[in-house]
Structures are given as C-alpha cells and as structure tokens.
C-alpha cells in the first residue's frame, strides 16, 4: 500500500521552548532534504541532525531532526521529528513549506493509524496511547502503560488460540473424515472446551470492569430532598466550600462539580438540587437536572437527615433510586437528638466526620489491590466484544447440549472468534480502526 506523505504538529500551538513537527512516509527524504540544510550533508541515515529549515533563500528557524529509517519508527515508515523553536508562528512557516515540498497534513490519529496498518502495534496498544494521553490518575497511567507495551494483549491471545483450535479441530473433523490421526471432534469437547474459555472470558471481562473504574473513574450523583446537606458533603468530600450552603431548602439549583480521587479512583461528583415538587420555574429546572444526572450515574449517594424522621419526600427519592446501585447516607450525625442503628451509614458533612462514606464506596466497587498494577481490557468496545464473544460460546454450549451437528455449532465458535480478533484489530476491519484513530489527538 502506498500511502501519502504526512505532517503535523505534534505538540501544542502554543509558546513554548521547543516544537515538535512530524513527517512520515515514502517521500519523507526527500522533502526534508529539500527544505532542510545541515553541515554535514544530506540526512540519509538515522540518526540526529543540527541544521536550518530554509524557503528557498530564506531561513526559517533553527532546528535538530531526528531521522528514522524504516520500519524502525513509529509507524514503521521513513520518519522525521523537527525539532524547532517553539512558536506557533514558526510551527505554521515550517508546516506550509513541508505541505508546499508534497506532504499531506496528518488526520487526528494518523501517524498511530499507520503503525497499527504496520503492524508495529495492535488495537489495544494503540487505544492504550490515548489512555496514556488521557489519563487524569496515576493509577489510570499505569494500566495505559501495560497495554501499551502488550501485556494486556498478551492475556488475551490464549483465548484467542484457545477458540482457533477448537474451530480448526472441528473444521479438519468435517472436511478430512478420512483422517484417522487426528483428534475427533465431539459435542463433549465442545462443552469443555467453551466451559474453560467462557470462563477465562468472564475473569477478563471482571478484571476490565475494574480497569475501567481507575481508568475513567465513577459518576457519582449526591441527592436527596431539600437541606438534607447534600452541598455540604460535597464540599466535605472534596475539601473546598465549593457549592453554596444555606439553611434555606432549595439553595442548589444548578449541578455543582467536583472530584476526588479516593484510594487511586476518581471520583466525579455532582451535587444536585435538592427533589421536591415544587412551584419555582427555576427550581424545578434544577430538579429536572438532578434527575437527569441520577439517570447517568454509576452510583448514588442518596442524602436523608439523620436527625429526622424519614418523610414522603425521602420515600420517593428511595423508590426513584432503588433500583441504581446506590449508598444510603444519613447525615446530621453530630446532632444530639440522633437515634443511630447498626448497619446504617452515618456521617457528618458538618464536621468533616465521613470516613465511613469513603470506606463503603471503596467497598461497594470491590476494586482489589491487585487491579491496581494488573493488565486488563478496559474501554467499552474491548468489553463490549469479550461480552459478545462470551454470547457466541453460551450459545455454541446450548446446540452442544441439544446434540446440534458441529458445522452449526462451529459458525458460532467462528462468530466469537471473530470477536475476539477485532479486540485485538487482527479483522482488518478498517471502519473500525478508522473510528478509534479518530478519537486521537493531531501528530499522534
Ligand atoms: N448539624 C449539621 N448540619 C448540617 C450538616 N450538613 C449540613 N448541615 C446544615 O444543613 C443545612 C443545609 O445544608 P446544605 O448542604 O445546603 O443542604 P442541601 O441538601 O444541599 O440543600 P439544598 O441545596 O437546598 O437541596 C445548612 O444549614 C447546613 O449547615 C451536618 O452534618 N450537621
Ligand atoms: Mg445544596
């Protein structure tokens, strides 16, 4: 395949010591050598060169270029990195003169699409790149390094191979009956086999479940009726008077933000309007956001002053939330007139008193040490196609039960290794690749 020549800016346009502009493919030589002059010639090898960018008699900037040879590059093309003057000015001049010599400004993501089409790197490395651009923890930047150097592809290629093997045995069974040294293929192997791999799937599916929490964090929505303390746990949890508290019910209109990061999980909070029925045209349009909030969150903290009786308007934000995946939170514990039972979550926003709060949400995602430092498959589309993988096999068990003819049942092994290799970016399916490259930053 011949691909066109690209350049970008792959850092920032802004002021800054240095920048960095990319150039990578067939013509890479050539165009820089037209627009580039060092004292120690033409730059034919790999390797670091001092020189100046001219326009013809003009000299632009000052520069040092890192010259990659391929498939010893990024993306596995003849590659260049100048290194200029950082000034968005500069960054534009040498763009235009690199643009003007026969190369194609790069799309989002093209640079990393092209070592993906060079086999440099796999799917998941390559989404792992983003993570790592992405990544707002620590925690979150380790897992994206794991990916990126191939450790999570490497745990799920014995799936992979496991799945191949199987179709292979059954499709050598169906064509080659004559083959009397092989294997036979047998609904019994059939149900072991898928047995052994639904469940290596179903650790890789927990495992990413989890990734995916330090890798994104949790929306958490803080609700409740009216001057339960909602705003002031906020503020406790995240240790600023952020959002307004007043002994008025209906103070909060507006979702008010913040984030935490508890245990290495961050935690997106939204503190919302207080749920009422209530007459205000602005105050309603708060309660509708809360409610909207409530509807994306994946946990919630529902707010209920201790130091009272559980209302009708408690009962109904209970029965709104109730089937969410929710932590009951009675607040006012400094008060003296609360009654306190065993079992309940008590805190106080007020006096900062909320550790049990934390402890229970670490608990309730159950997100062990381990997570912390181990490989797994963590964006929606990988676990989205393990789950579908997972679909392909239960179904392949059912006709295995029912004595179903293995050709039928090897169309839905074949459909879940087909999954399996898209996690991986091994269908070649380009509208796929297309789509994740478009998410990248420019130069990258
Ligand atoms: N004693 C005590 N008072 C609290 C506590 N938490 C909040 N309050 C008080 O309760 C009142 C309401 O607090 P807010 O945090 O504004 O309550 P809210 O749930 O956000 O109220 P709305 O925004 O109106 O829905 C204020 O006077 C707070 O000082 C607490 O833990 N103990
Ligand atoms: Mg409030």
Redesign the pocket.
């Known amino acids: 395949m011949k691909l066109e020549t690209i350049v970008a800016l792959a850092t920032p346009p802004l002021k800054s010591a240095l920048g960095i502009i990319r150039l990578s493919g067939m013509e890479t030589f050539t165009i820089i050598n037209r627009v580039f002059f060092t004292n120690t010639g033409s730059l034919s090898e790999r390797g670091i060169y001092h020189g100046w960018i001219k326009d013809g008699d003009e000299t632009i900037d000052e520069v040092v270029v890192l010259a990659y040879i391929q498939p010893k590059s990024y993306t596995g093309e003849d590659l260049v990195e100048i290194i200029f003057h950082g000034s968005p000015l500069i960054a534009q001049q040498i763009l235009s003169i690199l643009i003007k010599y026969g190369a194609r400004s790069a799309e989002p993501g093209e640079f990393s699409s092209r070592a993906f089409l060079n086999n440099k790197i796999d799917l998941i490395q390559a989404e792992a790149i983003n993570d790592m651009i992405n990544a707002t923890s620590l925690e979150a930047k380790k897992l994206a390094l794991y990916s990126l150097k191939g450790e999570t592809s490497d745990k799920i290629l014995p799936v992979q191979v496991k799945i191949a093997d199987l179709v292979s045995l059954i499709e050598v069974n169906i064509d080659y009956p004559e083959y009397t040294d092989i294997e036979i293929a047998t609904t019994e192997k059939v149900l072991a086999d898928t047995n052994e791999i639904t469940k290596a799937i179903d650790l890789l599916i927990d495992e990413g479940r989890q990734g995916k929490i330090i890798k994104e964090g949790l929306k958490v929505a803080i609700v409740?009726k009216?001057?339960?303390?909602?705003?002031?746990l906020l503020n406790a949890l995240i240790g600023e008077e952020k959002?307004i508290?007043?002994?008025?019910?209906?103070?909060?209109r507006d979702i008010v933000e913040g984030e935490i990061n508890l245990d290495g999980i961050i935690l997106h909070l939204y503190?919302t309007?207080?749920i009422r029925e209530s007459q205000d045209q602005i105050e309603s349009i708060g309660i509708g956001k809360a409610k909207q909030v409530l509807t994306d969150a994946d946990l919630i903290i529902l707010?209920i002053d201790g130091s009272r009786t559980l209302d009708e308007e408690d009962q109904k934000i209970l029965e709104l939330t109730q089937e969410r995946k929710r932590l009951i939170v009675y607040?006012?514990?400094?008060?003296t007139n609360i009654e306190k039972h065993d079992g309940k979550l008590y805190v106080?926003?007020?006096?900062k008193d909320i550790s049990a709060l934390k402890r229970a949400i670490v608990k309730l995602f159950a997100i062990d040490n381990a997570s912390f430092s181990r490989p797994s498959l963590t964006n929606a589309r990988q676990l989205g196609l393990l789950a579908q993988a997972k679909q392909n096999l239960l179904t392949a068990q059912e006709l295995a039960k029912q004595k179903i003819p293995l050709d039928l049942i090897n169309v839905e092994l074949q459909a879940a290794l087909m999954a399996i290799n898209d996690v991986l970016g091994k269908t070649g399916d380009s509208d796929l690749s297309q789509e994740i490259f478009s998410r990248f930053c420019l130069g990258k």
């Open positions: 409740g009216p001057n339960v303390g909602k705003s002031s959002a508290v007043t002994n008025v019910a209906g103070t909060t503190d309007a207080g707010v607040n006012k514990s400094d008060l106080s926003a007020l006096t």
